[in-house]
């Protein structure tokens, strides 16, 4: 059986139902993003499925230099933390460098590590430390079976707060495949394990100067992440992904979320039944 994770006032994993962890791939700004966040809140509470924030306060690994990387740490941090209290819902953001975990701890509920960073063990070692809920992203130049050495060295502080986020595997140039089997073998660690619908679509670079994707198999993705048996599903969402700011082409548009959750919920609810 795999562990219940705390993430705020919810509990991840242990064959609970699926938590959606969802949000803009960087924030764009305050407004923009507290109403994004109001309005999945809205939807997740009618359909009753457990929601945390999710938005970056900075994309360190942009494929161009002149791409829009976010409001930076405070600016970003002060935006999650009004989210949290205002929205009253758990947030996420990425860390990029051990600089930047003692700010971040402060506010965010998950830490969570990108998946180029995954394997840097000083930055993992810092974020254990904090004791918070820590979710890796599985590199894309990573087997499955090797993020048992990751979770070794968040266990190795005393933090067994761990979630494992599958995002797709590198499959030639500027492309990205899903292996489901992934999500079985990481729960073998005995953590809970996430499913990157939105990244997983992403052609890295595809575009030359950015990355490109196909956000219409991002449904087609997260059913079948939900019917492997994952606890979260990791999804980016925007009102407009066309005039998104960062990832818009792996995002999916905000006013199909709700018809999608109603059937991840049904798939949901017959997988943990079994």
């Known amino acids: 059986m795999v562990k219940g994770v705390p993430v705020g006032k919810l509990t991840l994993g242990g064959n609970r139902p699926f938590v959606l962890i969802a949000g803009p791939c960087v924030i764009e700004g305050r407004d923009i993003t507290l109403k994004i966040a109001q309005t999945i809140q809205k ?3 009618r359909l009753k499925i457990p929601f945390v924030f999710k938005a970056s306060y900075d994309k360190a690994n942009r494929t161009s230099l002149v791409s829009f990387r976010g409001l930076g740490i405070r600016r970003g941090l002060s935006i999650l933390d009004e989210i949290k209290k205002e929205v009253g819902v758990p947030v996420i953001s990425d860390v990029h460098s051990v600089d930047e975990v003692a700010e971040a701890k402060k506010i965010l509920d998950i830490i969570q590590i990108p998946a180029f960073l995954c394997r840097q063990t000083d930055l993992l070692l810092v974020a254990g430390e904090t004791q918070k809920t820590i979710n890796i992203k599985k590199g894309q130049f990573l087997a499955p079976w090797d993020m048992k050495e990751v979770v070794s060295k968040i266990e190795s502080v005393g933090n067994k707060n761990i979630l494992l986020t599958e995002r797709g595997t590198t499959f030639g140039y500027n492309n990205l495949v899903t292996d489901f089997r992934s999500l079985a073998i990481m729960r073998q660690t005995g953590y809970p394990v ?6 997983s679509v992403q052609q890295p670079g595809g575009l030359g100067s950015s990355s490109g994707g196909n956000s219409d198999f991002i449904p087609l993705l997260a059913r079948c992440g939900v019917a492997a048996g994952c606890d979260a599903v990791f999804m980016e969402v925007h009102p407009n992904p066309r005039k998104a700011l960062s990832d818009g082409m792996n995002m999916l548009p905000l006013s ?6 109603t ?4 798939i949901d609810q017959i997988i943990k039944n079994q």
């Open 43 to 45: 939807i997740t509470k």
């Open 194 to 199: 996430v499913f990157d619908a939105s990244h």
């Open 256 to 261: 199909q979320l709700e018809s999608l959750l």
């Open 263 to 266: 059937d991840l919920k049904a």
